[in-house]
């Protein structure tokens, strides 16, 4: 098994490292998924199956969208 290494910015972003973009085929503007099952989470391409899931429940998920929310939210 190989390891690649991320730093997250303050942001909590993080570059996919080149080993994991070759593998997966990821291009810029490619989305990713995150499968989470226990304590582990996997990444991958993101297929259009799930980009229609999440494209079908955006208008529902509208509740906590202004700045005061953004807000307290924040720091979690």
Do not use: C
Not at 19 to 40: C, M, Q, S, T, W
């Amino acid at each position: 098994m190989r390891t690649a290494t991320s730093k997250l910015t303050k942001k909590y972003q993080a570059t996919i490292p080149e080993p994991v973009r070759r593998l997966l085929h990821l291009e810029a503007g490619d989305a990713i998924a995150f499968d989470i099952e226990d304590k582990n989470v996997h990444i991958r391409k993101a297929q259009l199956v799930d980009l229609e899931f999440v494209q079908s429940l955006e208008d529902t998920l509208n509740e906590w969208v202004s700045e005061a929310d953004e807000e307290a939210y924040r720091n979690l």
